[in-house]
């Protein structure tokens, strides 16, 4: 038993060692030392058995097959709580009555290491699915892989299967592909800001096409945060202009926007994106 056992450690640190994959080093110092802590009492013992630990016991892995609910999708704004896509793969099943699998979903962008994106791990629930909602999804394009508005991705993606128990070897399924494109840049008509803000008071001008840090319009009870650095300023100019009832943020991040409009109750609130800035100026005369 000894020298079939040694043989399967030789053969899974080979896999290891040459197939790429998502787990750590520990996971092959767990493998090693459970074989040391096995196979010293089991050199004296002449019976083939796993009966002294019960708590591990040899077993059969199979590979999940992933499936994506959409190969290509454009995210709208307009259904930002939605869901945009839902990663769904088979049971890794195990023949082994102590242990439970787990799973971790892997995604990055075309051409780059798929296990240094971004991993979500399964939660437990009853069906093996991950889903992303239309904002979710936009976020990770704009933010974590420096996307724009509009911009196109194509991703891979492939779930991983693991479990605590050092004599089963963790299995990766195939690898998925699908193309995401980000929420479009929506075109700003001449005053449309103004309009948008309830078009109070008369609309306001400005002096060129150099657009300010921001603009803190008391006299149309709205103000815009152009350049989201200076969100601070913004914000203690707001605090000195209550009367000041609809709020624009230009930024791409999801994540920014929703941090910087969260002491704003009873505001409206709108976010703009950096792209808008092409089209964008608050002018009578346009």
Known sequence: MVIRFLSSIFTFVNKFVNEPKPASMKHLWKYIAGALAFALPVASCSDDNT????????????APVLTVSEEEITLDANKADQEALKF????????????????????????EDLFKGIK?????????????????????IITTFGGKSGERFAFRACVYA?????????????????????????VVKPASLWMKGGAIGKCPALENDNLPNMLILPQNKMAVLVDEIY???FDAELSQHPEI???????????????????????????LYRDYLDNFRINTGR
């Open 120 to 140: 979500r791990e399964w939660g437990g629930e009853a069906g093996l699915t991950i889903s992303f909602t239309h904002e979710e999804l936009n976020d990770l």
């Open 51 to 62: 009966s002294d630990f019960p708590d591990k016991e040899w077993g059969e892995l199979t």
């Open 231 to 233: 969100y601070s300023e």
């Open 245 to 271: 009832q609809t709020v624009f943020i230009v930024t791409d991040s999801e994540t920014a926007y929703r941090s910087m409009i969260r002491t704003y109750d009873g505001k409206d609130c709108y976010q």
């Open 162 to 186: 693991h479990t605590d128990n050092y004599l089963i070897e963790d299995k990766t399924s195939e690898e998925v592909a699908f193309a995401a494109t980000a929420y479009a840049a929506e």
């Open 88 to 111: 769904s793969w088979t049971a890794a099943s195990v023949v082994t009555r102590s242990s439970s699998v787990e799973y971790d979903l892997y995604l990055n962008i075309e051409g």
